[in-house]
């Protein structure tokens, strides 16, 4: 069936190190993509997202890399800092499981990264 | 700018008791509004989604109900709880486009 799944569930780097958090995903007909960061006990953060007409995509510290052909998507974190422990979710917009404006996203499991001083 | 509200924060609530979650946005107009379940340890689940006033998309069967009696208000509700419905719950909101904003959420625990 279709699924989005992270390939690791935990991820330790060290303060200063670039993270790279990565998400399978199987459904060959999403064409959006967003990574959301979670500090325990908070809602999910926006971090960024891509569209699936994109292969690479920068924001602030952070960069999204979409392989369409074998449904891949990771998120590089760069000089991770102590701040940046939290749970990571990739999520994808299934245009089949849309009404109308309402996009409706599946979300992985997530990857916990930690990051040690 | 946007934001989003979710009360209570945290809840302790007995078995077959009712619920009342709400959450608001505000700096918006008719958003779309959804309301997730994430278990511990575990990703989220969509449980309604509403594109309007009074238009309500269930997407699991569950004890679960929803409301939106205004623009900007998603209300979830029980009429009895199960101890299956403890987890944190999330509302976000979405303008169009297809990125979601989160809630802070609530913490619901069922003893």
């Known amino acids: 069936g279709e699924s989005v799944g992270l390939h690791l569930p935990t991820l330790s780097v060290q303060e200063g190190d670039n993270s790279i958090i990565n998400c399978a995903y199987s459904?060959?007909?999403?064409?959006?993509f967003i990574w959301y960061k979670q500090e325990s006990g908070k809602g999910p953060q926006f971090i960024i997202d891509?569209?699936?007409?994109?292969d690479k995509r920068q924001g602030q510290r952070v960069t999204v890399l979409l392989n369409k052909t074998v449904k891949h998507l990771s998120l590089q974190i760069a000089a991770t800092q102590p701040g940046d422990s939290a749970v990571y979710f990739c999520?994808?917009?299934?245009?089949?499981?849309?009404?109308?404006?309402?996009?409706?996203?599946?979300f992985g499991s997530g990857t916990q990264l930690t990051v040690l001083p | 700018s946007q934001t989003i509200h979710q009360w209570p924060a945290t809840l302790v609530q007995p078995v077959g008791s009712p619920l009342s979650l709400e959450c608001t946005v505000e700096?918006?107009?008719?958003?779309?509004l959804y309301w997730y379940r994430q278990a511990a340890g575990r990703g989220l689940q969509l449980l309604f989604y509403?594109?309007?006033?009074?238009?309500i998309s269930s997407e699991v069967p569950q004890n679960l109900s929803a409301s939106r009696p205004q623009d900007r208000q998603f209300i979830l509700s029980s009429k009895k709880l199960l101890l299956s419905d403890s987890g944190f719950y999330l509302c976000?909101?979405?303008?169009?486009?297809?990125?979601?904003?989160f809630g802070p959420g609530t913490r619901l625990t069922v003893l």
């Open positions: 976000a909101w979405s303008r169009g486009g297809d990125t979601q904003y």
């Open positions: 459904n060959s007909a999403s064409d959006y």
């Open positions: 891509i569209r699936s007409n994109m």
């Open positions: 999520a994808e917009n299934d245009r089949r499981r849309s009404s109308g404006s309402a996009r409706q996203l599946t």
């Open positions: 700096g918006t107009s008719n958003p779309n």
């Open positions: 509403s594109v309007g006033i009074g238009q």
